[in-house]
Nanobody, 121 residues
Framework: QVQLAESGGGLVQAGGSLRLTCVAS????????IGWYRQAPGEERDVVAF???????GYVDSVKGRFTISRDNTKNTMYLQMNSLQPEDTAVYYC???????????????WGQGTQVTVSS
């Protein structure tokens, strides 16, 4: 099992910046891909940025050039640097990890509890 814990959300004015942090614990060797999702009120949860199982980095078009995903494997930590924030970025941001398959690793996924990001105009 892998547990994920997000932090770093908050209230910021349009044009401001925030950095989100996701710390993974447990059997982190089972993580094959990891990324950030967000869910705005009344909308579905959508991917924002991710590290694919092959190391590929991807971003949703709406955040390209503004958000940067990074990670420190020595700390089992992933970050999302968000610059030039806009009101439409307001959402709960979640950390997601895809697990397995592999020796001793079940094919499943893990979610954090989320952190609220609110951007005022």
């Amino acid at each position: 099992q892998v547990q994920l814990a997000e932090s770093g959300g908050g209230l910021v004015q349009a044009g401001g910046s925030l950095r989100l942090t996701c710390v993974a614990s447990g059997d982190t060797r089972c993580i094959s891909a990891i990324g950030w999702y967000r869910q705005a009120p009344g909308e579905e949860r959508d991917v924002v940025a991710f590290f694919g199982s092959d190391g590929h980095i991807g971003y949703v078009d709406s955040v390209k050039g503004r958000f940067t995903i990074s990670r420190d494997n020595t700390k089992n930590t992933m970050y999302l640097q968000m610059n030039s924030l806009q009101p439409e970025d307001t959402a709960v941001y979640y950390c997601n990890a895809e697990l397995g398959p592999g020796p001793g690793c079940e094919l499943t996924e893990s979610w954090g509890q989320g952190t609220q990001v609110t951007v005022s105009s």
